[in-house]
């Protein structure tokens, strides 16, 4: 179910404001290079993280400052889905156990 109607005068008014701010500023509404570097580096410094907490920490205190950039990572990962639209919002649902999908 779509959250606007297709008529509705907010949603044209906006696309119509977003489209003119693509077309004025001669920017891609997609495939940004930044995004993909940045998308990058952040997979990697999880993975790089995992696999040296788990296969090459020995000591104690080598393991926490890697726990916590594995840490940073996850959160970095959480925030980019949720700030790139990758995951929807929780409804709230006030009291009531069940989703009112």
Do not use: H, N
Request: with cysteine; glycine share 4%; net charge positive.
């Amino acid at each position: 179910m779509p959250k606007f109607d297709s008529d509705d005068r907010f949603r044209r008014e906006l696309r119509r404001r977003i489209d003119r701010y693509f077309a004025a500023s001669e920017r891609r509404p997609r495939d940004c290079p930044q995004m993909y570097l940045k998308t990058a580096v952040v997979i990697s410094l999880l993975m790089a993280s995992y696999v040296l907490l788990v296969f090459f920490t020995a000591t104690w205190w080598l393991a926490i400052p890697l726990a916590v950039l594995l840490g940073l990572a996850l959160a970095a990962v959480a925030s980019m889905f949720s700030t790139t639209g990758g995951i929807a919002p929780i409804p709230s649902t006030r009291g009531s156990t069940t989703s009112r999908r």
